[in-house]
């Protein structure tokens, strides 16, 4: 393969990597040789892009690769330095395509941090280095100030403890407020700003506070209708968006990647570390470090699409109703949709498109090859069951990030093995819903095994009630006329956590929790969301053996006389 | 030609006349016989269109004709009435469009108003009904609630005198603030409203505070790409943006339209009347009224795109430069270009593109077919000259509007001719620059003749110091090489207005001045922003005689020996 290489460049290297992009063509290993590099997003490459789970828009991007066949790129160790908002990949109806070695950030992050220097119940003060973190305060906001934007509080602030690096014990998001619309500021002196509103967790003195004030615009990569792509020894420090967000891509390999905080912070990208919606083939992740994020190490997860008219026979008007779902394809000709209810979540029904119709970001209309049947209804769903992938991770340290873990939700094989888990809610969540956030995915050939559970559960209710949450989103789980999620072995972990909950599962047919082991740490005091190790809710053949540590013995059959139909 | 009707639809109109414009096909009248159509942005056609002067984005659009030829959209004299973010008309590479016989409105504007009901140093109190007008107020921020929006002041607020139903006496931008980030809102009472802020143009009790909260996102009409449309008897009583809107359109025709408040309000549209930019064969405004809209009646230019590097002996990169020019094409293959020096104005060369590369909204590469001359420099702009129009306005009423009159800047023939003019800033406007708005146009056969100009530049100091202001933006007039514009003849005109300054001219070659009868009318006391009816700059073979009221008889002649070059 022949090789390019791409030496220091002073300045802004944009318009000089995108012309050498361009100009080596396909089947090529672009090699850079400097040690750093810097991007801006002016001359750069503008496209609108409708990012699932993101926010979709106009976009500079770096270094694009679209519509390429078997390109390389291998940074050789370089730092990808970014300003202001540019999306540094995005790799688009391409085939065999490798990011390698190289560490991507921003010199100006979409978040600040600041440490707590007092506090009471009417407000906390915050000390920021405003060289570092530039502000000011206008009105009673606080207004960031970045390279070529600024920006309010978003989704508020977020508490980190600096001892444990670890988003602080039971404190949500602004510390148990929420999103509020807005945090009153007020300078109380220099570089320190009051925070003025009745926290519910008042945060420690030295706790470090991060200010989220950037919406979800700058994933670092996006991968798009692309195929057999490579990420090794990327090193991700900062994005305003997620990490990695791959959609309708088939076979995506993570290795050795790093999602992990810069020197001198305490936050990593500012949403997901890795996401993928509507791929398929296999999602490989391996040996990667997934930390300190403002949101989910890993999901997936297909897209559940609401049914808003009946049309004629054949056709119906569908609606993506979460609105960083909007402009997401609902899928192709000859795709293979299931029809669900979107209170039992049961699909019904399978039918082929054999047309899409956008009408926009919002709408679809979709003619389908055969006549739709007596059971479908409005609100009820369709899912693309031909964009489903395989799930392999395995080797990987997740720890110290908001919400949840491993977010798996496909019918394909997952395979979570071999992992270190840790996060500030359940360390694994298998879920599925139509009515909220409308991610689909019915598992039915899962095996998590050989995984070392750390502290999880930490952080706010909603992110889980127990390390492992397999909670599907349904009214009536115990009168559903069948289960949602089927076959899943949870066998030979390591539980080493606070709290009572260990496996909380709904909707289960098959499910296997065996030969584990479970050790009370007492590092923090037991949050207790469950009364028991186990539970179960409407599931079926559930098999609980040679596990160790289940103390007291008969906890999870407790459970199991509850609504379960075992 | 084949004709279709449109009875009356209930609910959302919007997909059932999207359809119906579909299956209708060309050389078709669509003939709507309903009294009244309502359309929702929800299942709108959508696009994103990059709109000169205006914000560029993902439109939702009520009818859109895209790709049509002669047809012509027949509203039978119906009300139009849109809800929330949807702009009501785009006619995007089409020939031979019609569109007439309707009114525009919005049943929630994105503007509010309300009276004023106590003032004083600190701050102003305004009454506002909060069925009309939603909001809340939020930390100090006055928010505005609409159909699927909310916005806070972005151009802060505007006074209007009821009486005269024109912008208040001397009053600007914000009263005297112009664009403040954020003015200070405190709730004073159920309904009122406390502007917090030491406004330096206090409002009168009684008068009308309009509040600017929405940005140019949402015009009425945008034309684009299109050639020989008529609209006729067209009504516009609200648009988020401009009125109409035209780039690279050849020959539209405005007939017999206006623009003008819905009963109960004091504003019409959020910003100009009528705009074009980039266009050619003729543009005709016939017959029209123009009124209470936030910003000029009619405004026809080019645009100026910066030159930011020379790459080779043929290419430059050049910048669209003001930020709503951004994405407007800078021209095709075949375009003659004119490179003019930013300090001077003046043009030095011609050239025609071979190619244009764009790199983002903001940035193309330009390679011409001839190589660059010596004096291509930085910061010289170049504008197109396959792009500019005749213009005539005849018949015309322009009043109460913020800014100024009939803004016309392009070398084709102007012919503006027996209208009514007035404005809160100067009735006619000829300028250009290359430094600020970049709007481009160098005249050269100018005919003002037959027009009543009322009051004028009754305004913000800004928007005008003449009734007639010719200010194209040179630095040093007096020593150009040459002049600017040319040939500009101002004949027969009345002038009935309160003011001094009834001529400004700045770099012109060739300007008469004859046959005007002058009147001061005492309505509003005298502004004084000029020391005389008629002021030159620069300007050589100047014609002044025959006018009645010039008086004191030398008034004029004083000014001539300023710098002029006569």
């Known amino acids: ?32 040789t400097g040690a750093c590099y810097h991007f801006w997003p002016e001359r750069a490459y503008e496209a609108y892009y409708f990012i699932s789970n993101n926010r979709h828009g106009l976009k500079r991007i770096g270094l694009p690769l679209i519509n390429r066949r078997n390109v390389t790129i291998d940074g050789g160790g370089a730092q990808f330095i970014f300003h202001g908002e540019i999306i540094p990949f995005v790799v688009d109806r391409s ?30 003060d915050v000390a920021l280095d405003p060289i570092m973190y530039p502000y000011r305060i206008e009105t009673g906001h606080l207004i960031f100030e970045g390279e070529g934007w600024e920006s309010p509080l978003t989704t508020g602030v977020f508490a980190f403890d600096p001892k444990t690096r670890a988003p602080a014990y039971l404190s949500g998001d602004s510390m148990g407020l929420g999103y509020p619309k807005n945090i009153r500021a007020e300078a109380v002196g220099k570089g320190v700003v009051r ?52 959609q309708f891509c088939e076979n995506v390999k993570l290795l050795a990647c790093e999602v992990t905080p810069a020197a001198g912070r305490i936050f990593s990208v500012c949403a997901d570390a890795s996401h993928f919606v509507n791929c398929r083939g296999e999602i490989r992740v391996e040996d990667c470090l997934f930390e300190n994020q403002l949101d989910d190490p890993l999901n997936v997860h297909g897209l559940n699409t609401r049914i808003t008219e009946i049309i004629d026979g054949h056709t119906i008007l569908v609606e993506l109703v979460h609105h960083e779902q909007h402009g997401v394809s609902v899928g192709f000709t000859g795709d293979a949709m299931r029809f669900s209810d979107n209170a039992t979540l049961l ?39 031909d964009w489903t992938p395989d799930l392999y991770v395995t080797g990987c340290t997740i720890r110290n990030n908001r919400a949840r873990g491993f977010l798996a939700s496909t019918p394909g094989k997952i395979r979570i093995w071999g992992n270190q888990i840790s996060a500030s809610g359940s360390g694994i969540k298998i879920s599925g819903d139509a009515n909220y956030w409308f991610e689909s995915g019915a598992v039915e050939d899962v095996e998590i095994r050989d995984n070392d559970f ?41 539980f080493a956590t606070s709290d009572i909950g260990i496996l909380f599962a709904r909707s289960v047919d098959g499910l296997t929790f065996a030969g584990n082991q479970i050790r009370q740490t007492g590092f923090y005091p037991a949050v207790g969301r469950m009364s028991q190790a186990l539970t179960f809710e409407g599931c ?25 139909t075992i």
Chains 1, 2 share one sequence.
């Open 1 to 32: 393969m022949k090789k390019i290489t791409l030496g220091e460049i002073s300045g802004d290297a944009t318009t000089k990597v995108l012309q050498a992009l361009e100009q080596a063509g396909d089947d090529v290993i672009v090699q850079f």
């Open 95 to 124: 085939t065999g395509i490798t990011l390698r070695n190289f560490s991507v950030d921003w010199e100006r992050p979409f978040y600040s941090q600041g440490e707590v220097v007092a506090s009471d119940v009417d407000g906390v």
């Open 195 to 246: 925070l003025c509103a009745n926290f519910p967790q008042l945060p420690e003195l030295g706790m470090v506070v991060v200010f989220r004030h950037h919406h979800r615009h700058i994933p670092a990569v996006f991968l798009i209708a692309s195929q057999d792509l490579l990420l090794e020894g990327v090193t991700l420090f900062q994005a305003g968006g997620m990490g990695i967000i791959g």
């Open 347 to 385: 699909g019904y029904a399978r039918n082929k498109i054999a047309e899409v119709e956008r009408i926009n970001a919002r709408y679809a209309r979709v003619r389908f090859v055969d006549p739709l049947t007596e059971e479908v209804k409005l609100n009820h769903v369709i899912e693309n069951m």
């Open 454 to 494: 750390g502290e999880c559960c930490y952080g706010d209710a909603p992110w889980g009630k127990a390390v492992i949450d397999i909670d599907p989103e349904i009214a009536h789980p115990e009168t559903n006329p069948a289960c949602f999620h089927r076959n899943i072995r949870i066998e030979n972990n390591r």
């Open 540 to 564: 079926r053949s559930v098999l609980v053996e040679g596990n160790e540590g289940l103390a007291p013995e008969g906890t999870h059959s407790q459970a199991l006389t509850g609504p379960s």
